[in-house]
């Protein structure tokens, strides 16, 4: 009898839980259906609000916010999308609600040039993409293994330094300089050697110079705007001709990642590492040899097959290549434009490091001026103004409105960053803001966020960090840099392109001085 009353004491107290669940499922759903929408303008029958957007949407979705607030909603053709434009829209939407908003949309850039979303970048959240996250964090961009590579990183800087010190104070094109310093590193620690700077070897699939071409053609279709994505309809018809290109050099690349992993599987088979990094002798793997291995791993969770092996590879060296040398292209920009700051830069790294060697990573952290251009320069030139677009995977409520399930969502942290109820003077470049606070680039801070945060952050920011910190540092150490003979520094032009990345609309031209003693360039 007492079992009995037991028994039925725990199902009605079971019941009255399902219940109350049921409840507050249902009043939450049922407020969250009632709530309004964003504010925002209103839509054109089937373009929506896409005749608001100009050649730099950043800078278009930043206007629109000063007028519709913080938090609005816009139409691109058949999609909803949401821009949040605050440090607490910032917050709520990588944060508190990071999960909700984990979804990828799915655009034709992921769909054809990145192994139909098997990439890190636009794979759908769940179990392949928390494998590949948990890849790139223990594995591919550990700090043990970024560490083992640190040598790579000096020895394509001291290339870098030789040929400008070797351009004898003629004009150089800086972008053309970084961009070959940024993919050298890349491509070495992913795919065992470098590609530029370097003559073709016999049998090779790309020379170098189509390298550079392939991986120019995939930024630009990759940051562009294409109509099929907002309007399916018109996709097949491909009125751009964006999809077409984006075929093209898919195909391109595949047939040069084949190359890549027979060339390491064959190594790998013959009892070799399958690059230049275990051919030296150094005991570090390249990232390719990393990712073969893990595809043979009987215990991982979701198989990582030969095509999602060559979607990061490709991840890889299309993210760590652009990010940086932009970056740094725009701090040397603004320094030439503000040479007070030129002038404590410089003086803090003959303070710190002297005039007899190089500048080198472990000075990094006792360089707080250069760390802090480095951040002022990210938060008035974030490479993704807009971040990569997200997906909200169930209704959300935020800030008293309701954001749908299948809504884009866009956090303009370009918008973010000239906020003047965060930052005082905002449109001025004031490396100084950053001195003794305590603001990082880790997503912590969401006032600047240039690699994201939450849970879909670019996994691979210790190592655009590193590169960027001591790529400026050793510019600025062993140059003197001035604009070309008769133009005034008001005459450098500052205007942008939007993209994969955001670079300058026109490269930036100087001239380089050396600084330091004459056996430094030539060793």
């Known amino acids: 009898m007492e079992m009995n009353l037991l028994a039925a004491a725990w199902l009605a107290t079971a019941a009255v839980l399902l219940l109350t669940l049921w409840l507050r499922r249902r009043t939450t759903h049922s407020r969250s259906t009632l709530l309004p929408p964003p504010p925002g303008p209103k839509p054109w029958p089937i373009i929506g609000n896409l005749n608001l957007i100009g050649p730099l949407p950043h800078r278009s979705l930043h206007a629109l916010s000063s007028h519709y607030g913080p938090i609005m909603q816009l139409r691109f053709g058949a999609h ?67 560490a083992s590579y640190e040598y790579i990183r000096k020895e394509e800087l001291n290339w870098v330094m030789k040929n400008l010190f070797g351009s004898g104070g003629d004009p150089v094109n800086l972008k053309d300089h970084l961009s070959d310093l940024s993919l050298n590193v890349i491509s070495r620690m992913v795919l065992g050697k470098k590609y530029t700077g370097v003559a073709a070897a016999e049998g090779e699939i790309v020379t170098p110079e189509e390298f550079k071409e392939m991986l120019d053609e995939l930024f630009l279709l990759n940051g562009v705007l294409d109509i099929g994505d907002s309007i399916p309809w018109l996709a097949p018809l491909d009125l751009q001709g964006y999809r077409r290109r984006m075929k093209a050099v898919a ?32 005991g570090a793997k390249d990232m390719v040899d990393v990712l073969l291995e ?92 807009l971040l990569v677009p997200r997906l909200a995977r169930e209704d959300v409520e935020l800030s008293g409105y309701r954001v749908a399930k299948g809504t884009r969502v866009l956090v303009n942290v370009w918008t973010i960053g000239r906020d003047p109820t965060i930052w005082d003077a905002p449109e001025e470049f004031r490396p100084e803001r950053f001195i003794g606070k305590d603001i990082d680039v880790k997503g912590h801070d969401f006032e600047l966020l240039p690699f994201g945060a939450g849970r879909r952050m670019c996994p691979g920011y210790p190592l655009g960090i590193k590169v960027i910190q001591v790529s400026l540092a050793s510019l600025l150490h062993g140059f003197k840099w001035e604009l070309p003979s008769g133009m005034k520094r008001e005459e450098l032009n500052m205007e942008e392109i939007y993209g994969l990345s955001t670079p300058r609309k026109f490269p930036l031209v100087a001239v380089a001085h050396p600084r330091l003693p004459l056996h430094l360039y030539k060793n």
């Open 294 to 385: 893990l595809a043979e791993d009987p215990d991982l969770e979701v198989k990582l097959d030969r095509r999602g092996v060559k979607a990061f590879t490709q991840d890889m060296i299309a993210g760590g290549t652009e990010s940086s040398a932009v970056t740094v292209e725009w701090a040397i920009s603004e320094l030439l434009k503000h040479p007070e700051a030129f002038i404590r830069a410089t003086e803090e790294l003959d303070r710190v490091v002297g005039n007899e060697r190089w500048v080198e990573e472990k000075d990094v952290a006792n360089l707080p001026y250069i760390n802090a251009i480095v951040k002022e320069t990210m938060r008035l030139h974030p490479v993704a103004p």
């Open 251 to 282: 195909r391109k690349f595949d047939r040069f990642l084949e190359r890549v992993l027979d060339e390491h599987n064959l190594k790998r088979r013959s009892g070799g590492g399958g690059g230049m990094v275990a051919e030296e002798g150094l």
């Open 80 to 146: 909803t999308v949401m821009v949040g434009s605050s440090i607490d829209l910032a917050k709520s939407i990588l944060k508190t609600h990071d999960l909700a908003f984990a979804g990828r949309p799915e655009i034709a850039a992921g769909k054809y040039t990145t192994y139909n979303y098997s990439d890190i970048t636009w794979s759908q959240y769940g179990p392949y993409w928390r494998q590949a996250r948990k890849m790139c964090l223990t594995e591919l961009f550990s700090a043990k293994r970024l």
